[in-house]
């Protein structure tokens, strides 16, 4: 479990921003982490802002929902420069679904770590094809912390780092839930993967 760090001299005047990626297939718990890392937030009574991005209405038009239902108010927003021009004074900023962002989104992490705030990102690492998901892997690199979350595999139970999709849909991003994906492992999803 993910301890906020804690570390060297803790000067209330000097903020220090740091970044934090939480990474891992569909239904591996990702937004159920950033969820109680904000909550943790919340009660040290910090000023907390969050972010999801406009396209993703799964479960409610501006929260953002865990697969567990479990619920945090949020901003949507169209684009990652947005974000900039919302957060404000706040000392934590979440981002859910940070996969579905344009690349500006990592300019607007790095921006706001460097002026002092703590950005937590969460995201798919790997889209349908176990490709890379841009623009992940440049958030990962510039991150001080990263926390990759697995699920089960839905097809022989062990762990999952892969989102297997169910239709034959070749477009990037296409919203869906367990109708439309599986968490897989590895095995299993090279084995069903045509």
């Known amino acids: 479990m993910f301890i906020e760090p804690v570390i060297g001299n803790n000067h209330p005047k ?3 921003g740091h970044i934090e990626v939480i990474c891992g297939s569909m239904f591996s718990g990702k937004t159920e982490e950033l969820i109680r890392r904000l909550n943790r937030a919340l009660i040290a009574k910090q000023k907390v802002e969050i972010f999801k991005p406009a396209i993703d209405t799964r479960y409610h038009d501006s929260n953002v929902v865990s697969h567990n239902e479990n619920e945090i108010r949020s901003t949507p ?3 990652a420069d947005d974000i900039m021009l919302l957060a404000g004074d706040c000392d934590v900023i979440g981002i859910d679904e ?3 962002f344009d690349k500006q989104i990592v300019q607007v992490a790095n921006s706001l770590a460097k002026s002092g705030k703590r950005v937590i990102l969460a995201g798919l690492d790997m889209d349908f094809e176990g490709k890379p ?13 990263v926390t990759k979350v697995h699920a089960i595999c839905m097809k ?3 762990l999952a780092s892969y989102s297997f999709r169910l239709s034959d849909a070749k477009q990037k991003v296409v919203l869906g839930e367990k109708d439309s994906y599986e968490a897989r492992c590895r095995k299993c999803f ?4 045509k």
């Open 14 to 16: 000097e903020k220090k």
């Open 77 to 79: 927003v169209q684009f």
């Open 98 to 100: 940070v996969q579905f």
């Open 133 to 145: 998901f841009e623009p992940m892997p440049q958030l990962l690199a510039t991150a001080e912390y």
């Open 156 to 158: 022989c139970g062990d």
């Open 190 to 193: 090279y084995e069903d993967k």
